[in-house]
């Protein structure tokens, strides 16, 4: 194809991302957007980006963009995912897919119309170590999988954070649990029962008439006899930030770090145990953006008055392993690893394990 023009939309998080198009081979970061002009201004100039826009459906009538990468707040992805497919851009947006269930089956519907790639970019399946237990597992020296359990624990009741987090329920934002269990599998997430636990404060619960403070469901699989376990909490909880995945075999087992720089255990034998350094990812990508992955990366961090670094790669060093594979999806015209069919199965499974816990622990099907 040729250069492949990529325009950042939403410059919170999403701005992390230009250095990253712009190092990459075939790739250029020709635009960014958010509805604040002076922001747009300085980081545009911070990152030498000529074209600057704060009016979404402006960019999209832009000739000269091919694919916008969206990071902007939950409620409007999907509505913007869809947009910007009917204009014929391809669509990487962050999670999670959609608030609704026929919001995800308008982005299947529009992928396979438009023949444009969708990519959810779900962090969870390329950081470091989930990438390095799935390679372990895939070598079959974990052997047979008998069980999984997956959590993202989260205490948002701070203040400061956007208006419409407050509230919301927990297993709307499950694909950081529901998207590595299934990919470890490599199956279609086929069932879901859900129960809520606790209470959150009443001003919380009144906006989404969600009043659990944890969701736990299980959840079960095509063609397997896994079942996997996942928890999320978001609000009057008290625990350490945790991303998890923890996955026991026959032969190996692992579980996550419990707290923050503790190192992920791993298990073999019948009760040997260890702690174990993962090794960082960049064998894995191309050169030119293989920096982006490692520990010792150094990132800019662009705030109002000055720059500064930050050392280590964000999410586990999983943003150049999404940008890379969103950018092969499109150049060899073939669908993404979280294409539209794959985020909906990972992004329906928590819109309706909510629902299951609302009716007591109701199963339902995918």
């Known amino acids: 194809m040729g250069n492949i023009r990529v325009a950042l ?12 198009y712009k190092a990459l081979n075939d790739t250029q970061c020709v635009a960014v957007c958010c509805r604040n002009e002076e922001t747009v201004n300085k980081i545009a100039d911070f990152h030498n980006i000529e074209k600057r826009y704060t009016d979404y459906q402006k960019l999209l009538a832009d000739p000269d ?28 947006c962050t999670v999670p897919m959609a608030l609704t269930l026929e919001e995800c089956d308008e982005i299947i519907k529009l992928e396979q119309e438009t023949g444009k790639v969708y990519m959810m970019m779900e962090t969870a399946i390329y950081t470091r170590e989930f990438l390095y237990f799935k390679a372990l597992y895939d070598s079959g020296e974990m052997g047979r999988i008998q069980f999984m359990r997956a ?3 989260q205490n948002m009741g701070l203040p400061g954070w956007p208006e419409y987090w407050y509230g919301f329920p927990p297993m709307f934002y499950s694909t950081h649990v529901t998207g590595p269990l299934a990919t470890f599998l490599g199956k279609k997430i086929t069932s879901v029962r859900c129960y809520g636990s606790g209470e959150i404060a009443g001003e919380y619960s009144k906006k989404y008439n969600s009043p659990f403070s ?8 095509e063609g397997s006899d896994v079942v996997a376990e996942i928890t999320r909490s978001l609000f009057d909880i008290i625990r350490q930030y945790r991303e998890s995945i923890d996955v026991y075999g026959s ?6 770090e419990q707290t923050a720089e503790e190192n992920p255990v791993l298990f073999s034998g019948f009760e040997d145990a260890k702690r174990i350094e993962v090794p960082d990812t960049d ?8 920096k982006f992955t490692r520990r010792d990366y150094k990132r800019q961090m662009l705030d109002a008055e000055h720059v500064t670094f930050v ?13 890379n594979e969103f950018i092969d999806a499109i150049k060899e015209n073939r669908k993404s690893q979280i294409c539209a069919q794959t985020a909906a199965n990972w992004t329906k499974a928590g819109i309706l394990a909510h629902r299951s816990a609302l009716n007591g622990g109701e199963k339902i099907n995918l």
């Open 214 to 221: 944890v969701e736990t469901a299980h959840l079960t699989f």
């Open 65 to 92: 963009i091919d694919a916008v990468h969206i990071n902007t707040p939950v409620p409007d992805h999907a509505s913007m995912s869809i947009a910007a497919l009917k204009a014929g851009k391809h669509v990487a």
């Open 251 to 256: 032969k190996l087992s692992f579980e996550w």
């Open 311 to 323: 050392q280590g790669a964000g999410h586990g060093g999983s943003h150049p392993h999404m940008v």
């Open 9 to 20: 939309v939403g410059l919170g998080f999403g701005k992390e991302f230009i250095p990253i």
């Open 283 to 290: 064998n894995l990508l191309p050169k030119e953006i293989a």
């Open 151 to 153: 959590s993202h624990q």
